[in-house]
Protein backbone atom coordinates (compact mmCIF):
# COMPACT_ATOMS: atom_id res chain seq x y z
CA UNK A 1 0.00 0.00 0.00
CA UNK A 2 1.47 2.86 -1.07
CA UNK A 3 1.98 5.84 2.20
CA UNK A 4 1.40 9.78 1.77
CA UNK A 5 3.28 11.25 -1.21
CA UNK A 6 3.81 14.87 -1.30
CA UNK A 7 5.91 17.23 -3.88
CA UNK A 8 7.58 18.83 -4.48
CA UNK A 9 10.48 17.30 -1.71
CA UNK A 10 12.65 20.85 -1.91
CA UNK A 11 11.59 24.54 -3.09
CA UNK A 12 13.46 27.59 -2.52
CA UNK A 13 11.63 31.05 -3.17
CA UNK A 14 12.94 34.14 -2.63
CA UNK A 15 11.17 36.00 -0.56
CA UNK A 16 7.41 37.28 -1.80
CA UNK A 17 7.17 35.13 -4.46
CA UNK A 18 4.14 32.46 -3.57
CA UNK A 19 4.65 28.68 -3.32
CA UNK A 20 2.53 25.69 -3.20
CA UNK A 21 2.88 22.08 -2.06
CA UNK A 22 0.72 18.98 -2.55
CA UNK A 23 -0.34 15.80 -0.35
CA UNK A 24 -2.07 12.98 -1.93
CA UNK A 25 -3.10 10.95 1.50
CA UNK A 26 -2.95 7.08 2.21
CA UNK A 27 -5.86 5.71 -0.12
CA UNK A 28 -9.00 5.38 1.89
CA UNK A 29 -8.11 7.75 4.47
CA UNK A 30 -10.58 10.45 5.22
CA UNK A 31 -8.26 12.74 7.33
CA UNK A 32 -5.90 14.70 6.36
CA UNK A 33 -2.83 17.15 8.25
CA UNK A 34 -0.82 19.87 7.38
CA UNK A 35 2.39 20.43 9.99
CA UNK A 36 5.33 22.68 9.77
CA UNK A 37 8.47 21.96 11.31
CA UNK A 38 10.84 23.93 12.24
CA UNK A 39 14.89 23.20 12.70
CA UNK A 40 15.11 21.11 15.85
CA UNK A 41 11.65 21.14 16.56
CA UNK A 42 8.28 18.86 16.61
CA UNK A 43 5.51 19.02 14.06
CA UNK A 44 3.00 21.67 14.85
CA UNK A 45 -0.45 21.58 12.92
CA UNK A 46 -1.49 23.85 10.83
CA UNK A 47 -4.73 22.40 9.43
CA UNK A 48 -6.72 19.69 9.90
CA UNK A 49 -9.36 17.80 7.20
CA UNK A 50 -12.41 15.30 7.56
CA UNK A 51 -13.13 15.10 3.99
CA UNK A 52 -13.40 18.14 2.17
CA UNK A 53 -13.84 19.97 5.18
CA UNK A 54 -11.25 22.41 7.04
CA UNK A 55 -12.50 21.20 10.81
CA UNK A 56 -9.30 22.49 12.09
CA UNK A 57 -7.34 25.88 11.02
CA UNK A 58 -6.91 27.79 14.10
CA UNK A 59 -3.17 27.41 13.53
CA UNK A 60 -3.13 28.50 10.09
CA UNK A 61 -1.86 32.18 9.35
CA UNK A 62 -4.45 32.68 7.52
CA UNK A 63 -2.97 36.19 6.35
CA UNK A 64 -1.00 34.27 3.54
CA UNK A 65 -1.44 30.73 4.03
CA UNK A 66 -4.42 28.93 2.14
CA UNK A 67 -5.63 25.39 1.59
CA UNK A 68 -7.62 23.28 0.06
CA UNK A 69 -9.39 19.98 -0.39
CA UNK A 70 -11.78 20.27 -2.95
CA UNK A 71 -12.74 16.03 -3.28
CA UNK A 72 -11.91 14.97 -0.08
CA UNK A 73 -8.55 13.16 -1.45
CA UNK A 74 -5.67 15.24 -2.34
CA UNK A 75 -4.94 18.48 -0.68
CA UNK A 76 -3.08 21.76 -1.62
CA UNK A 77 -1.37 24.26 0.69
CA UNK A 78 -0.22 27.54 -0.52
CA UNK A 79 1.83 30.72 1.34
CA UNK A 80 1.54 33.63 -0.75
CA UNK A 81 3.60 35.73 0.03
CA UNK A 82 6.41 34.06 1.58
CA UNK A 83 8.78 35.26 4.53
CA UNK A 84 12.22 34.39 5.56
CA UNK A 85 10.26 32.77 8.94
CA UNK A 86 8.29 30.31 6.17
CA UNK A 87 11.73 28.29 5.40
CA UNK A 88 10.74 25.17 7.25
CA UNK A 89 9.48 21.09 6.58
CA UNK A 90 5.84 21.26 5.72
CA UNK A 91 4.75 17.97 6.46
CA UNK A 92 1.41 15.96 5.61
CA UNK A 93 -0.14 12.97 7.43
CA UNK A 94 -3.45 10.99 6.92
CA UNK A 95 -5.23 9.03 9.71
CA UNK A 96 -8.33 6.66 9.17
CA UNK A 97 -12.15 8.08 10.36
CA UNK A 98 -12.69 4.65 11.67
CA UNK A 99 -10.36 2.47 14.33
CA UNK A 100 -6.71 3.48 15.84
CA UNK A 101 -6.28 7.21 14.35
CA UNK A 102 -2.49 7.18 14.43
CA UNK A 103 -1.54 9.63 12.04
CA UNK A 104 1.37 8.37 8.93
CA UNK A 105 3.41 11.15 7.69
CA UNK A 106 4.91 11.26 4.22
CA UNK A 107 8.59 12.62 3.22
CA UNK A 108 7.47 16.50 4.19
CA UNK A 109 8.63 19.32 1.70
CA UNK A 110 11.69 21.25 2.49
CA UNK A 111 10.92 24.93 1.88
CA UNK A 112 13.97 27.75 1.93
CA UNK A 113 12.84 31.40 1.45
CA UNK A 114 15.52 33.27 1.03
CA UNK B 1 -1.40 25.24 25.64
CA UNK B 2 -0.31 21.61 25.82
CA UNK B 3 3.01 21.23 26.03
CA UNK B 4 5.43 17.85 25.90
CA UNK B 5 8.46 17.25 27.83
CA UNK B 6 10.36 14.74 26.25
CA UNK B 7 13.87 13.42 27.57
CA UNK B 8 16.51 13.29 27.26
CA UNK B 9 17.14 15.34 24.67
CA UNK B 10 20.30 13.78 22.97
CA UNK B 11 21.62 10.49 23.68
CA UNK B 12 25.32 8.81 22.84
CA UNK B 13 25.28 5.04 23.22
CA UNK B 14 27.27 2.10 22.05
CA UNK B 15 26.11 -0.88 19.85
CA UNK B 16 24.33 -3.02 21.78
CA UNK B 17 23.34 -1.10 24.86
CA UNK B 18 19.71 -0.75 26.11
CA UNK B 19 17.83 3.20 25.56
CA UNK B 20 15.28 4.40 27.70
CA UNK B 21 13.43 7.94 26.93
CA UNK B 22 10.24 9.53 28.04
CA UNK B 23 7.71 12.26 27.50
CA UNK B 24 5.49 14.02 30.18
CA UNK B 25 2.62 16.34 30.37
CA UNK B 26 1.03 18.32 32.15
CA UNK B 27 -2.55 17.43 30.16
CA UNK B 28 -4.19 14.33 30.08
CA UNK B 29 -3.99 12.31 26.58
CA UNK B 30 -6.22 9.56 25.25
CA UNK B 31 -3.19 8.36 22.77
CA UNK B 32 0.36 8.35 22.49
CA UNK B 33 1.93 8.06 19.80
CA UNK B 34 5.47 7.61 19.37
CA UNK B 35 8.14 8.29 15.57
CA UNK B 36 11.17 8.46 14.42
CA UNK B 37 12.61 10.59 12.04
CA UNK B 38 15.59 10.16 9.60
CA UNK B 39 17.44 13.43 8.31
CA UNK B 40 15.65 14.64 4.85
CA UNK B 41 12.42 11.70 5.93
CA UNK B 42 8.88 12.41 7.65
CA UNK B 43 8.14 11.00 11.25
CA UNK B 44 7.78 6.84 10.69
CA UNK B 45 5.11 5.73 13.35
CA UNK B 46 6.92 3.50 15.95
CA UNK B 47 4.41 2.38 18.18
CA UNK B 48 0.86 3.62 19.03
CA UNK B 49 -0.26 3.28 22.51
CA UNK B 50 -4.14 3.85 23.08
CA UNK B 51 -5.24 2.47 26.28
CA UNK B 52 -3.69 4.15 29.82
CA UNK B 53 -1.29 1.35 30.97
CA UNK B 54 -1.26 -0.65 27.91
CA UNK B 55 2.95 -2.06 27.15
CA UNK B 56 3.14 -2.33 23.06
CA UNK B 57 6.04 -4.01 21.41
CA UNK B 58 7.50 -3.49 18.49
CA UNK B 59 10.38 -5.83 17.31
CA UNK B 60 13.39 -4.58 20.09
CA UNK B 61 11.09 -1.79 20.57
CA UNK B 62 8.74 -0.99 24.16
CA UNK B 63 6.81 1.84 24.61
CA UNK B 64 4.05 2.18 27.66
CA UNK B 65 0.97 4.21 28.52
CA UNK B 66 1.52 5.83 31.84
CA UNK B 67 -1.42 5.26 33.94
CA UNK B 68 -2.15 8.99 35.04
CA UNK B 69 -2.37 9.46 31.04
CA UNK B 70 0.05 12.19 31.16
CA UNK B 71 3.22 10.11 30.91
CA UNK B 72 5.11 7.84 28.28
CA UNK B 73 8.31 5.90 28.05
CA UNK B 74 10.13 4.59 24.79
CA UNK B 75 12.83 1.54 25.59
CA UNK B 76 15.17 0.12 22.85
CA UNK B 77 17.62 -2.89 23.70
CA UNK B 78 20.60 -3.99 22.44
CA UNK B 79 20.99 -0.61 19.83
CA UNK B 80 22.00 -1.19 15.75
CA UNK B 81 23.65 1.33 14.20
CA UNK B 82 20.35 2.22 12.11
CA UNK B 83 18.51 3.12 15.37
CA UNK B 84 20.31 6.63 14.69
CA UNK B 85 17.84 9.53 14.44
CA UNK B 86 15.17 11.79 16.59
CA UNK B 87 12.75 9.93 18.34
CA UNK B 88 9.68 12.21 19.07
CA UNK B 89 6.80 11.07 21.15
CA UNK B 90 3.06 12.44 20.62
CA UNK B 91 -0.06 12.88 22.25
CA UNK B 92 -3.53 13.21 21.31
CA UNK B 93 -6.17 14.92 22.97
CA UNK B 94 -10.00 14.31 22.33
CA UNK B 95 -9.56 16.91 19.42
CA UNK B 96 -7.54 15.14 17.16
CA UNK B 97 -4.93 17.42 17.59
CA UNK B 98 -1.78 15.76 18.50
CA UNK B 99 1.30 17.67 20.51
CA UNK B 100 4.77 16.55 19.60
CA UNK B 101 7.62 16.73 21.97
CA UNK B 102 10.65 18.54 20.74
CA UNK B 103 12.94 14.70 20.15
CA UNK B 104 15.63 13.06 21.49
CA UNK B 105 18.45 12.69 19.13
CA UNK B 106 20.03 9.29 19.33
CA UNK B 107 23.32 8.75 18.23
CA UNK B 108 24.60 4.83 18.44
CA UNK B 109 28.67 4.35 17.95
CA UNK B 110 29.84 1.14 16.30
Known amino acids: EAGVVQSPRYKIIEKKQPVAFWCNPI?????LYWYRQNLGQGPELLIR????????DSQLPKDRFSAERLKGVDSTLKIQPAELGDSAVYLCASSNRTGPRAQYFGPGTRLLVL | GQQLNQSPQSMFIQEGEDVSMNCTSS?????WLWYKQDPGEGPVLLIALYKAGELTSNGRLTAQFGITRKDSFLNISASIPSDVGIYFC??????????FGKGTKLTVNP
Open chain 1, 27 to 31: SGHNT
Open chain 1, 49 to 56: YENEEAVD
Open chain 2, 90 to 99: AGQSGSEKLV
Open chain 2, 27 to 31: SIFNT
